[in-house]
């Protein structure tokens, strides 16, 4: 490697010098070879010390290339250094410092046997001699140093160094030089200042130390330089970090994901929420943990009904409430739709008798709180239920048991078997089927095992494992089977004949608790934005459900993919309870003020597209996946170039099928067929798709929840997958 | 398109001279036109000169040049096409073979010469200047906070504009005002929208087409705010919006929308409901009986070559 222009320099000044006292025309070559070796000595014994090139030199001159005396000479240096309490890493910005080496010199290949041979001959008698020269105490002092006396061991060198004026033309402070890029430039001073300024909120884990704080990633990128060039005299740096190796990795970290220099709290913060959660946790392992729970089911199969039935049960709802709703709905000649009003709220929802938005609401067992989701039925609004079987843990299937609404809901375009099939490919596997309005058929129990063994069978291949299934009868309207019989009315006299299971909200409380991901970085999809009436000036009330980590009041977020940051006003819980942090798993209402953007673009731009995520791990948004996916089969097989819809989380978007790369071995996951033409039902595949604009998406090994998508077209869902990589 | 001249010999080579006077011209130009043909048409090139003091000076010439079509670029959306190739007239200007780039936009003149006017391009030229026009429709694709205003053509669908505003759900009383408020406001945008792309005076029919009921609101309050505003337009024109019913709010569903029976028959045969028809006929071949059914240049040539294509095999090369 050609050794770069200014060390070249250097070498041809001392040329001159040392020629006439009688050193070797291959001096540089020397001098680099005991270099090397002089680094990696100091690499290996001494990583601590801070120096640079030239005083290298020096100290290998004075003890006339013995690495054990220049050594000595370090080791005396850095004591002064530390004593003086300047030390150099302290001021890597300051463009007046020299020349120095990288301190970890690992990178460059050196070879041990390269001392050379005529240096050892006088090796014993220099190294006492060595031991009187001036040690260079700090960047400043440099000039000085040089001028100082030289060793006794070279007497006629000292007249030519110190009648030469520069030496080494860069380390003087007064000459007039080109700037060569390799220092921080003003700009670069000031934006690594702010920086710094912004990184003192910042958790220990990203920054070593204080002294390490400073590579920035131009010195990071320098650094590489010099890794390339890898010459045996590396002059070319100013990187004084004790650990470039790990300040290189950071830089190589931050390049990879988006530049937010903001944290989500400090680490001692999160320390301290960590362990109050971990022993909330500890404490109500025996009392409640949240559940996500949504109802499905074919339209009009009765699910808000019985869910609004089941929390008045529960005594959510007053009787007030529910009298008033009785006599409202009855006005518009909707006499039986009273329960279902407790979640249907909109206006259009009342009239039409028809849920269109998930509705929300909460309440507990004694086991368990739940945020009941109440899915839309209709198959106009399975985006919508999409988004709310996104949000859950666990699913109740309504099922309408009256004479034809079963066959309705289940055979040719019900909506039965494709929410079964959607709440299972978002990742729900605890399920309970309410066969709904048995009255209709007088509690038979013949049509009940009707119901449950064709539902047994499409569950199964649907793959619901059996045990985490739970069948039972039920009357939304009229309150059977809701809650246990202690607390109602009893069960009438059909029913009790032949059925003994449990009440809906006993096989409700019955679920396991969901697994959390609290250690991972913070996630959390949008459902929802509202702007707060009042008491929340200057924030935005956004909803949706903790994916991972957890998140606390006056964290910063960052809203991905836009990059805004937002700080956490106020949590609340269940829409009402304002508690200090939340978990993985909690649905949420979060009231953000925006730091870097105004409130209105943030409102403007904030839908359900977007995630909030930890500003200093964000979630990346990609517009193109490869995914594999099991094809449901639809009006047509999937080719590329197919336009579709592309669903994941609560965003719908539209796609194009990129390519069919291979077909996938369901049983073993291997790959089978090359390049198929078509995908049809049954198949399962590897895929790409392009997505119009980019989302928010994980990898499904990363993060289960957010790397689920499902492919709809014409209206129906014709594909479910995971995402394998982002490309 | 106007055709002005057109002069095709019996052995098929010739040339025509055309004008394109609508957006939907360009479209057909484009499929009309093949690399190897010959364009010509009155262009601009920058030339540049040494003038008497020797300096350069750069002058833009307007020059009428014979390109060799080499490459075609088209957007549809932007009503212009971009057509370069080598020179091959004479011109003072400008060197046999040098590269240039021919602009076409609506009317402006041009000619296509082509070796061989084969019955495709004969039948796409016949079509493209028939002056009965095909049924010109605009279509509103719609859902809670997006909406996609475009203008069908006998051929082609062109977006003149996409709304999308963010519509907060329901979540308790307080926010249920809001959803109120955010719907109304994105209803009255897409209204504006309506008014300011839809030439009520060309189209036939406008579609508004939604999932769910947002049809039915947003007519129910286009109309209200028409007669509260008396906005003529609207009211005089009510008998042309056509509601129906579309899977998603997105572009796409623009294909089942045109393939359902309610629009097809309001609308007079465009093409497009032809293509969804034949295309979703090779889709069932190919869900059925997909050794039958080919796609991409590569299959159906090969099919082709084995004399084993019939009319019951759909050719259809993904663009």
Known sequence: ????????????????????????????????????????????????????????????????????????????????????????????????????????????????????????????????????????????????????????????????????????????????????????????????????????????????????????????????????????????????????????????????????????????????????????????????????????????????????????????????????????????????????????????????????????????????????????????????????????????????????????????????????????????????????????????????????????????????????????????????????????????????????????????????PADRNIEKSFRMSVVDVVKPAQGLSGALLVSGKIDSGFVAVNDKICVSPMGHVCSVKSIFKSHKDNVEYAIAGDNIDLALVPQNTTLDLLLATLSSRCILCDPAHPIQSSSRIRGQIVVFGGRVPITPGMAITFHAQSLEEPAKIKTLLHLVDKATGQPTKQKPRALVEGHAAVIEVVIDRGVCLEKFADYRGLGRFLLRDHGKTIAAGVVLELL | MKLLKKSIDKDGMGFVHLRPEEAEDLWHIYHLIAPGDQLTSKTFRRIQKENASGNMESDRVKLTLTIAIEKIDFDPGQEEMRISGPCVSENQHIKMGAYHTIDLALNKNFTVAKHEWDSVALTRLDEATNIEKNADAAAVVMNEGLAHVCLITGSMTILRARIECSVPKKKGAASLAGHDKAILKFYDQVVESILRHIRFDIVKAVIIASPGYVRDNFMQHMMEEAQRKATSVLLENKAKFLVVHSSSGHMHSLKEILASPEVSSKLADTKAAGEVKALDEFYATLRDDPSRAFYGWGHVKAANDSKSSNNSIARICER
């Open chain 1, 1 to 512: 490697m050609p050794p770069k222009k200014t060390s070249s320099s250097v070498d041809d000044d001392d040329f001159d010098d040392y020629d006439n006292d009688g050193y070797d025309d291959d001096d540089s070559e020397v001098l680099n070879a005991a270099l090397e070796e002089f680094y990696d000595a100091m690499e290996d014994e001494h990583p601590e010390i801070i120096f640079k090139e030239d005083e290298a030199v020096t100290w290998l001159r004075s003890s006339n290339y013995d690495i054990d005396g220049a050594i000595t000479l370090a080791l005396n240096k850095s004591k002064k250094s530390t004593s003086t309490k300047k030390p150099a890493a302290s001021k890597p910005a300051a463009p007046s410092s020299s020349k120095q080496p990288p301190s970890s010199s690992s990178s460059k290949p050196t070879p041990t046997t390269s001392k050379p041979s005529t240096t050892t001959t006088t090796t014993t008698n220099k190294q006492a001699a060595t031991k009187n020269i001036p040690i260079p105490a700090s960047v400043s002092a440099m000039g000085k140093d040089l001028c100082a006396p030289p060793p006794q061991a070279s007497p006629s060198s000292s007249t030519s160094i110190s009648s030469s004026p520069t030496p080494f033309p860069t380390s003087t402070d007064d000459a007039i030089k080109p700037f060569d890029f390799t220092e921080p430039s003003p700009d670069d001073l000031i934006s690594e200042k702010q920086r710094q300024a912004f990184s003192k909120k910042k958790d220990g884990s990203t920054n070593t130390s204080s002294s390490s704080s400073t590579p920035s990633t131009t010195e990071g990128i320098k650094y590489k330089q010099n890794v390339k060039t890898s010459a045996p005299l590396p002059t070319l740096s100013s990187s004084s970090a004790p650990s470039t190796s790990s300040a290189k990795s950071n830089v190589v970290e931050k390049m990879a994901t988006l530049k937010l220099d903001v944290a989500q709290h400090s680490a001692g913060r999160r320390k301290e929420l960590l362990e109050s959660i971990s022993s909330s946790m500890a404490s109500s392992s025996a009392g409640k943990d949240h559940l996500n729970l949504v109802v499905v089911g074919h339209v009009d199969a009765g699910k808000s009904t019985t869910m609004g039935h089941l929390l008045f049960r529960l005594g959510q709802v007053d009787a007030k409430t529910i009298a008033k709703y009785e006599r409202e709905s009855q006005k518009r000649g909707k006499a039986s739709f009273h329960y279902a009003w407790v979640l249907d709220q909109s206006e259009t929802e009342r009239d039409k008798g028809v849920t269109i938005h998930v509705g929300a609401s909460h309440f507990s067992t004694d086991h368990h709180d739940f945020t009941l989701l109440d899915a839309p039925g209709h198959r106009d609004y399975v985006p919508n239920m999409i988004g709310g079987a996104a949000q859950a843990d666990v699913a109740i299937l309504v099922v309408d048991g009256a004479p034809n609404g079963f066959e309705n809901g289940f055979m040719c375009d019900g909506q039965t078997k494709e929410h079964a099939i959607l709440v299972r490919s978002m990742g729900v596997v605890q399920i309970i089927v309410a066969i709904n309005k048995l009255d209709m058929v007088q509690w038979s129990e013949e049509r009940y095992d009707t119901i449950v063994s064709e539902m047994k069978g499409f569950l199964k291949q649907s793959g619901y494992i059996e045990k985490n299934v739970t069948f039972l009868p039920c009357d939304g309207l009229h309150g059977v089977n809701l809650v246990p019989p202690a607390n109602s009315d009893g069960l009438p006299s059909e029913l009790k004949e032949w059925y003994t299971g449990p009440s809906l909200a006993e096989a409700v409380d019955a679920f396991r």
